[in-house]
Structures are given as C-alpha cells and as structure tokens.
C-alpha cells in the first residue's frame, strides 16, 4: 500500500504567479488535511477536506489559498499571486474513513520557494 | 487553545547512549498526544500516540514516552540511541472535541555522534 503522495516534492515559483500542489491519499483514505511549515515553526493546520467538501478550513489564509478534492483524482492546494511569505513546506495528510481520532498519515511534503 | 512547547530545538547524543526530548503542552480539554519524527525528505511518521490509556506510552523503535498530567509533559525517551534516530522529532496534541486539528511543536532536531 503506497503511502501518501504528494507532488511536485520541490516548486519554484516566482511573486505573482500560481502554485498548485497535488496529494494522492493513501488508498482507502477518504480524508485529507493540509499543514504549512514555515522555517523554524512546526506544522500549522490549514484545511480539512472530505471528498467533494470542505469540513474546516479555519487554517487557510483568507486571500488566495483555496483547496480542493473532487470525486475523483488528488487533493489540490492551490495559491494564486505567491508572495514571498508562502515559501514553506506543505504537508498533506490522510486518514482513513472513520476521520476524527485516527491517526494521520503524512507524505513527504512540498517545498514551495518564491523568489 | 491547544498548544506545544518543545524545550530544546537541539539534543546531540553519543551513539548507545539515552535519549530525551522534552515537551510540555496546554489544552483546555483531555488532550491526545503525538510524538512524530521525520527523517529527510521524507513524510512524517508517527512513533507514538497517548489517548487516556496507560500514562506510559510504547512506540516504534524502542522508543517511549510518559503522560504526566500534574507537569503537562509527554517527553519522549530511548535508552539507546542508534545512528539510524537522527531525525527531526515533533511532540503533537490534538484540540479536543476536533480532534483531526493536530498542533504541532517547533521540533527538536536529533543528532548522534558515533
């Protein structure tokens, strides 16, 4: 069983333009969670996605991020007019059916660098 | 609000030697606790988890961690470090009734000396 993935692992963007990061959950996993790690922090919560709803999205910036996971295919985090202050690692997330309590399995991360 | 403090952002040991990383925490209700360690480039995984069981935890690795609820601490020890736990650690705790918002610590990065 192919843990979680998430790609691109590295993404160079520069002020302006739009970042997308993509999470495949692990198999049999129908629930989703987004972290952002800037440097020298630990991982903050940003969104809780069940497939084709956003459960908490208390997390998120409130400009320009927004996420998704449809029916079908991955998980998206999407920032459109990347500022400096987005470069972070983002972490995805997931967890099996029954959601609250479970553990959380995590991929490897993408780092995101605006320059 | 649910909050971690790891109280040392560094800790080198010799190789066959113990572990400790400290952690303290605060939450307004009965947390759950974490311990997660992530090596590089790679995802985090978890090494042991605390949910009002037994206050002495038992992971992966041969590592443990003891829930001490008069000190609010959850550190997480080993009593013989191998080359392979050099990593970053981040103590965890999750905020109660919602419970999937998990807020993590700064994190502690470990070395080992050969």
């Known amino acids: 069983n192919a843990g979680v993935m998430q790609n691109p692992r590295h993404l160079v963007r520069r002020r302006g333009q739009e970042a997308r990061l993509r999470c495949s959950p692990m198999?049999?996993?129908?629930?989703v969670y987004w972290y952002r790690q800037l440097p020298e922090e630990g991982l903050k919560f940003m969104v809780y996605?069940?497939?084709?709803?956003?459960?908490?999205e208390s997390g998120m910036p409130k400009e320009r991020f927004s996420a998704e996971f449809p029916k079908e295919g991955p998980s998206i985090l999407r920032i459109q007019q990347v500022v400096r202050g987005d470069s972070a690692a983002y972490f995805c997330?997931?967890?099996?059916?029954?959601?609250?309590?479970?553990?959380?399995?995590f991929g490897p991360g993408t780092r995101l660098t605006v320059l | 609000a649910q909050s971690v403090t790891q109280l040392d952002s560094h800790v080198s040991v010799s190789e066959g030697t113990p572990v400790l990383l400290r952690c303290n925490y605060s939450?307004?209700?009965?947390?759950?606790l974490f311990w997660y360690v992530q090596h590089p480039n790679k995802g985090l995984q978890l090494l042991l988890k605390?949910?009002?069981?037994?206050?002495l935890v038992k992971g992966i690795n041969g590592f443990e961690a003891e829930f001490k609820k008069s000190e609010t601490s959850f550190h997480l020890t080993k009593p013989s470090a191998h080359m392979s736990d050099a990593a970053e650690y981040f103590c965890?705790?999750?905020?109660?009734?919602?419970?999937?918002?998990?807020?993590f610590g700064a994190g502690t990065t470990v070395t080992v000396r050969a």
């Open positions: 997330a997931s967890s099996p059916l029954t959601g609250e309590g479970d553990e959380q399995f």
């Open positions: 198999k049999g996993h129908s629930h």
């Open positions: 996605l069940q497939k084709e709803n956003i459960i908490d």
């Open positions: 939450s307004s209700y009965s947390p759950s």
């Open positions: 605390y949910t009002s069981a037994a206050t």
């Open positions: 965890v705790v999750s905020q109660g009734s919602n419970d999937y918002k998990l807020s």
